[in-house]
């Protein structure tokens, strides 16, 4: 089955800076790749996805990259704000019907005021 | 509109002790599913379902059943609950099969003692 990979498992920048979060998976057939940010006593949210059909998504300060040949991917943010700290998860997906989400063991983002 | 909703939110449990978890949604999604969310781990598949009075397994169903029998509800049932069932679980939707993204609902914190 897949398997996924993600590090850092904790990321503490300054306000301001960027930060990386990258991901890699084992299975070729996977064909969408969504980002969640995870707050104390939430559930995940949904903050950005890309499907394997292009290599770069962007949504103002996040954006996401998928290299498929190397099968890994990646969530950018840029000028972090203190409300960007949280647990962020990557996922993996193929397109069977049931299309469950394979994650990441996650990354802890501390950002630094 | 609550989007995905799960009660109870708390829930200690003697070892052997039965419960249920109800997962809610008002999206009319047609995909369902059951993750468990152990510390320094990814979320991982227990079940899902496709529609209205279909259910199947995933990665980790030992010690679980579920059902559907109305559209905007998903129940986990625990039969004789374990220590290792000690977690938080987490419903999530799908709106179709031509759809990716899934929603999370906010979790139930389980204890098992």
């Known amino acids: 089955g897949e398997n996924v990979e993600q590090h850092p498992s904790t990321l503490s920048v300054q306000e301001g800076d960027s930060a990386v979060i990258k991901c890699t998976y084992s299975d070729s057939a996977s064909n969408y790749f969504p980002w969640y940010k995870q707050e104390l006593g939430k559930g995940p949210q949904l903050i950005i996805d890309i499907r394997s059909n292009v290599g770069e998504k962007k949504d103002q300060r996040i954006a996401v990259t998928l290299n498929k040949t190397a099968k890994h991917f990646s969530l950018h943010i840029t000028e972090t704000q203190p409300e960007d700290s949280a647990v962020y998860f990557c996922?993996?997906?193929?397109?069977?019907?049931?299309?469950?989400?394979?994650f990441g063991s996650g990354t802890r983002l501390q950002v630094q005021p | 509109n609550a989007g995905v909703t799960q009660t109870p939110k708390f829930r200690v449990l003697k070892t052997g002790q039965s419960m249920t978890l109800l997962c809610a949604q008002d999206m009319n999604h047609e995909y369902m599913y059951w993750y468990r969310q152990d510390p320094g781990m990814g979320l991982r598949l227990i079940h899902y379902s496709v529609g209205e009075g279909t259910t199947a397994k995933g990665e980790v169903p030992d010690g679980y059943n579920v059902s559907r029998l109305k559209k905007q509800n998903f129940l986990l049932g625990l039969e004789s609950a374990a220590p290792s069932q000690t977690s938080v679980y987490f419903c999530a939707t799908r709106r179709s099969l031509a759809s990716y993204e899934q929603y999370f609902g906010p979790g139930t914190r389980l204890t098992v003692t």
């Open positions: 996922a993996a997906s193929r397109d069977t019907g049931r299309r469950a989400l394979t």
